[in-house]
């Protein structure tokens, strides 16, 4: 493991379109959704764990979810838990983070991910990261890692590279927004384009030198607490001055402008596991393709259905064919896969009737 690694884990997300499993107060990445045992968070913090030294790798959470993350992933300290008292989207709290890890090693290597997504290949992954680490130290470089796509996904962003060279690493020429089907059909066609799958590398120097000429009144705001950063005072000075930062992503606020970021395609399968349909994609399944997480069933004349309970318990399914079928202590949702982008939707009807107490 390298001293300069370090990785800074997204985990403050909602997850609606997993609901009911996914709540306000307990989110898709604190649970086992892919019934190995581990929850996508710590799932996550093991594969980055094999590279990056375990007092290396911060938490960007919700304030409500200090305990949860704690409780589940014990080699860390509650230091390196970065608690935003606001939602301000992905901006800030890498600022935050960038310049917290830049004031305990000025020669920091950064890398940004997010809690929730399915890796299939570790080794793959880390070869990835180090090839990326290495590009970042020794140039002033925002590195992104792109997924070959498999299909003309319409629900992913897209990266444009340029085309000219064999480098496994390529400029950057912009980011594109989720396409409609023929659109994405052409960025397939084309060959330089890549899946954002919102995975980001670069030194915490040249990450808090772009913040300093894009975003400048945030990267003031947030330079004004250097001196309390990493210490007992720092957490004052967040609730004071954090809700004062512009709403705003990584993304829009710096990668779309800046003119040094790069993109290294990557070796491993991905998945994004946003819905359940992800979910039942990616998950092995029987000969009638169905996918089952947890239960024990009996399925007669069922096809292409996933079915999850977050207890050991029997599902009997008779003629069901191409549905979610989630089981929860509280709330039962049998629901078209077909619909499945509905159920964020959804739960303004179920707020509207019920309050939060389902939520």
Sequence with gaps: MHKDYYAVIMAGGIGSRFWPVSTQDFPKQFHDMLGTGQTLLQKTFTRLNK?????????????????????????????????????????????????????????????????????????????????????????????????????PNTGFGYIESEKDGEDQIK??????????????????????????????????????????????????????????????????????????????SIDYGILERADNVFVKKATFDWNDLGTWGALHDKLNKDSNVNTVVNADTILADSNNNMIFTTKKKLVVLDGVEDYIVVDKEDVLLIFPKAKEQQIKSLLNDVSDKFGNKYL
């Design 171 to 248: 400029k950057v020429k912009q980011f594109r927004e989720k396409p409609d089907y023929e659109t994405a059909k052409q960025f397939l066609s084309s060959g330089n384009f890549v899946w954002n799958a919102g995975i980001f590398i670069w030194s915490a120097k040249s990450i808090s030198a772009s913040f300093k000429k894009y975003l400048p009144e945030m990267y003031s705001l947030f330079s004004n607490g250097k001196s309390v950063f990493n210490t007992s005072e720092e957490n004052r000075f967040i609730a004071e001055n954090y809700a004062k930062a512009d709403n705003i």
């Design 51 to 151: 590279l990056i030294p375990s007092e290396n790798i911060y938490i960007l959470t919700n304030e409500r979810y200090l305990n949860l993350t704690l409780e589940q992933l014990p080699d860390i300290s509650e230091k390196q838990v970065v608690l935003e008292p606001a939602m301000r989207n992905t901006a800030p709290c890498i600022l935050l983070s960038a310049l917290k890890i830049q004031k305990e090693n000025p020669n920091a290597l950064m890398l940004v991910a997010p809690s929730d997504h399915w890796i299939e290949d570790d080794t793959a992954f880390s070869e990835d990261l180090q090839i990326c680490f290495e590009n970042a130290r020794k140039n002033d470089v925002l590195m992104t890692l792109g997924i070959v796509p498999t299909f």
